[in-house]
């Protein structure tokens, strides 16, 4: 069976962090309901028209821990799926009690991620993240209780208020759990225009202290037995995320919920962007389309190439017209250009050069 993926945005969150321009509220849990009950029928819909049965789930947002398990399940259910079926939910760290995560195991879920960003408190006051700095004990306690065998914990570097040194805590706090995650994803803060971080320069991110940050993380990840699987991705082996790799390999999948993104069959369309807008419109028996756009043979090249070789998986050398201007930034291993581990923070640099960019 090819690769389908399912993703499903839930807009909620208890609080927004300073630092997020996604399309989530925390003034709109009134919705969840009529949310809920409206993705279904977008589900539903999908599956009269012919819907695959996805081999990997994806709850984001937003925060899908927002939603009682039982609404999220819900959901869940209503996708037709494959025996072995990915199932991923993003969870706030302050939300994952042990009777909500055995709700999920047992309702199918079979990977979790939480967004920890840090252990350390000036970084977590920095961030407007609301958890404890032990929050990451608790999460893989209780998350091993649940029976939860793969699970992901995403990290943030960049932060004014971080030092080399709270990164390295933040791994060694990590990695010295009785059960570390066997998945860990690190991003680099970006200050988006529209957000409260965006807006104060003071607390943009300092490139070079962001990018010695991702070289540490990096090196003692992969000193610790992960594998460098994508730009901002580490797993021990057997613990990779399906699902990105369906969005990494260019594959197809359906997002289903307000501004959720799809691509089938080289045509990309995404929903409305606002909750309310989308209740209304489903609840008018009305498909939630905001947009699409059909991807040509040039643009389909590009996005294979540009989407491979942000992988270990790289691209065959003769996709570059020259390797010399950006030798230092690559290695070239059995004919596949690789990102060498200082070229993955400047990886457009290497991707600008592709044959199919021009």
Avoid at 88 to 105: G, H, I, M, Q, S
Avoid at 135 to 154: I, R, Y
Avoid at 247 to 262: E, K, L, T, V
Wanted: overall charge negative; hydrophobic content about 35%; proline content about 5%.
């Amino acid at each position: 069976m090819s690769e389908f993926g399912v993703y499903v945005h839930v807009p909620f969150c208890a609080h927004r962090c300073d630092y997020c321009a996604f399309a989530t509220y925390a003034d709109r849990d009134h919705l969840m309901d009529d949310y809920v009950a409206c993705v279904v029928q977008e589900i539903t819909w999908a599956v009269s028209d012919g819907m695959k049965s996805a081999t990997s789930v994806f709850f984001g947002g937003g925060t899908p821990s927002r939603l009682s398990a039982q609404q999220l399940l819900q959901i869940l259910d209503a996708i037709p799926k494959s025996d072995d079926c990915e199932v991923t939910v993003e969870c706030n760290p302050e939300d994952a009690d042990l009777e909500r995560l055995k709700a999920y195991r047992a309702g199918g879920v079979n990977r979790m991620s939480f967004g920890v960003q840090s252990t350390q408190p000036a970084v977590l006051a920095d961030l407007g993240r609301r958890h404890g700095i032990m929050a990451h004990e608790e999460v893989s306690k209780t998350v091993t209780e649940a029976g939860f065998s793969t699970w992901n914990m995403d990290l943030i570097v960049g932060s004014r208020a971080e030092t080399p040194q709270d990164v390295r805590n933040t791994l060694n706090d990590l990695l010295t759990l009785d059960n570390p995650p066997p998945h860990i994803s690190c991003y680099a803060l970006t200050p988006e225009p529209a957000t409260p971080l965006g807006q104060d320069p003071n607390r943009h991110p300092d490139e070079d202290d962001t990018a010695d940050s991702y070289d540490i993380v990096g090196q003692t990840l992969e000193a610790s037995g992960y594998e460098w699987e994508e730009i901002s991705n580490w797993a021990k082996p057997g613990h990779e995320c399906r699902h990105n790799h369906v969005y990494w390999d260019q594959g197809d999948y359906i997002g289903f919920g307000s501004a959720a993104h799809s691509h089938l069959h080289g045509r990309r369309f995404w929903n409305v962007r606002t909750p309310d807008r989308y209740i209304a419109m489903v609840q008018a028996g009305e498909k939630p389309l905001g947009g699409e756009e059909i991807l040509d043979e040039e643009t389909k090249e590009f996005e294979r190439d540009s989407l491979a070789l942000r992988t270990r998986r790289g691209v065959a050398v003769e996709a570059f017209d020259s390797l010399d201007e950006i030798a230092h930034l690559i290695n070239v291993e059995s004919g596949q250009v690789i990102l060498a581990p200082e070229g993955r923070l400047l990886a457009n640099q290497v991707i600008v050069r592709l044959r199919s960019s021009n």
